[in-house]
């Protein structure tokens, strides 16, 4: 009985419900939020596979037929509150995940035309698909998902950069990293710009062995932090990755902005392997020696969660979904550096990281998070183990 117990809670929809308040769309204040497979560290994962890290409100099925629409955030309503254009992008964004989606363009489409952005296709050179061993990997919906995401809010934030998906064969590490560098390849073939890996799994003693793969000039690294609050996630706190943390936004009864607090699931903290470099020393409230992270953040909660669509059904859904966990944070904040436009061929992740970090004061370039909390840790004044830096604004100092 106990064995069986272990294996439901591994696949089970884990679900629970939560008293914040909604974003756009004026969706109930309570509602339950649900944990897909994919998203479900396993114990014998460690240091060899990788999990999403993507969680789907799921909110309440309204009394009438037929379709649903989006009821996130949109990309409109996210350029308000970090004050973004709504036109911009250059270069490459390439997308890492495991498996295959294979409805992926379709939906990027119906993503695109919804939200009045741009036609990412393979026809018009925009959007391209790429298997990291040249072999279709096998689907898998719960990766699917969170591809849907990554690519999707990607094109949102940079709507004229090129994005291409970027799938492993599997969820393992060695996997992952193989497409990495496939993906590299993908963004430096006569161009500049950045991969985004929205997956991670727990720290491991031989993580910082795979550090190579995210040093190359041209390209900038972006992660995941986790959706386990106070709980640190490798590639995300690899110094060679930019760590994407999360926060929530919070609207008045009518969806006007009226803050950005921590959000409680945001990972973040000390690195138990990572040693830090030198674009953190002097940065107050960062460990001593060891790589701190998240760097700065993004709305993550899903409760404040951003319109996703999905036409491949999943553990029961699919359509238009609502996400929210870090997966939300690591292609969109790869997608506003791409908007800012400042990645050269000599621009590495860690050029990159001295900037945000010489910038961080700069109120017109960063929102400093300074209540809420994740895990043991607090946001407070400037540097966190919760939300970094804080999350954007604009696109300077980037």
Known sequence: MQRFKLMWLSV???????GWGFAQGQSPKHASVMVPESTVERLQDKGFRAHTNHLIRMDAKPNKPGPRGPS????ASIRGVYNLPSTGGSGTIAIVDAFDY???ENDLSVFSQQFGLPACTTANGCF???????????????????????????????????????????????????????????????GVGEVSMSWSGGEFSTEASNDGHFQNNGVVYFAASGDTGGVNGYPSVSPYVISAGGTTINRNGSGQFTSETAWSG??????????????QNNVANTDPTKRSAPDFSFDANPNSGVSVYDSTRCQGSSGWLVFGGTSVSSPSLAGIVN?????????????????????????ADFRDITSGSAGSFSAGTGYDFVTGVGSDLGTSGK
């Not at 990972?267 to 830090?276: A, F, L, M, T």
């Not at 945000?356 to 700069?362: E, H, M, V």
């Open 128 to 190: 391209k698909k790429v298997f990291a061993t040249g072999t279709k990997p096998q689907a898998n919906c719960g990766w699917g998902q969170e591809a849907a995401l990554d690519i999707e809010w990607a094109h949102a934030m940079a709507p004229n950069a090129k994005i291409v998906l970027v799938e492993a064969a599997s969820n393992s590490f060695v996997d992952l990293f193989n497409a990495v560098d496939v993906a590299t390849a993908q963004v430096t073939t006569g």
């Open 102 to 104: 294979a409805t992926a």
């Open 266 to 279: 945001s990972g973040g903290g000390p690195s138990r392997y990572e040693n830090k470099l030198s674009y």
């Open 72 to 75: 996130g955030e949109s990309p």
């Open 339 to 363: 908007l800012a436009g400042h990645v050269t061929t000599s621009t590495n992740t860690v050029s990159e990281l001295g900037t945000i970090y010489s910038n961080r004061a700069n109120t």
């Open 12 to 18: 089970a929809l884990v679900l629970f419900t939560s």
